[in-house]
């Protein structure tokens, strides 16, 4: 169950992800990050009043509510948020498979501050990431786009590293609270927490947008995204607690396989033979660290 739902995280934080893209141009990041909240926080908290389950969130103990919301504000306002705009720089599938080698973070820690062995197989993932976040970064003879300059492809590689690093943290704190509160309650709670940390935030970064004033295609697309991301969301919660943070965090970095030729279908992003080997590469280096 946990590794179904670990890979069902990744198609559909893959879905989301690809959904948002095409928003990126025309909605500040933030303000696209709290919309999406908006209505996933809307759609979820419906489905949990018709499961019978909405009363759960006032009962959520409070050691629990504090790694929920450390999670929150780690992964979801700030990891989100930095990884949507790494995307609107360099691409979905340049910014995704740097953005989910998270796990890789999550064995360094453990290998450096728990004193855990270096075993052949971390060695070689490790190795392997690497080779493929650099070719995934720095393709030969391709850009992301055609407007992107050097500097705007440093940020972009930059906040997508710095988006693995808070989903790695943010997997760490919220894997103890799964134990004691069901993961559909959890992440109820997790969605309407983000969406008030991301409307402060949004006043800071030029202040709130109206999320029905961009026209009925863009409502829905980014509908969509948000109930994406809120199942999405779900299913990690669900894979955290039954297999773990190390393989959740593993199975549901795959996600880059799924958003890369969405990408390449919907919004027109051109793969290279660079960024589909780098892709492999950093997938594989996970999967072998884990």
Known sequence: ???AASLACAVLWASSTVAMRSQTSRIPVVALNAIRALYASVVYLLALALLGKLDGILRVPADALA???GSVLIGMAIGDSMHIRAMSLIGVSRSMPISSTYPIWTAIIAVIWLDEPVTVWIA???ALVVAGVFLVAFPRGAKATSTVDGRSTRLGIALAFGASACWA???V????AMSSVDPLVAN????PVALVVLIAMSFFAGGPVNPLGFGRKVAL???????LSGLSGAFWLIGVRDAGAAKAAALSSTAPIFAAPLAALTVGE???RETMLGTLLTVVGVWLVM
């Open 221 to 227: 697309i980014l509908l969509a995204a948000g109930i």
């Open 67 to 69: 790694g929920l919301l």
């Open 1 to 3: 169950m946990g590794e």
């Open 169 to 171: 943290l943010s997997t």
């Open 173 to 176: 704190i919220v894997k103890p």
């Open 124 to 126: 070689s993932g490790i």
């Open 270 to 272: 051109k793969m290279t």
């Open 188 to 191: 109820g709670l997790r969605l």
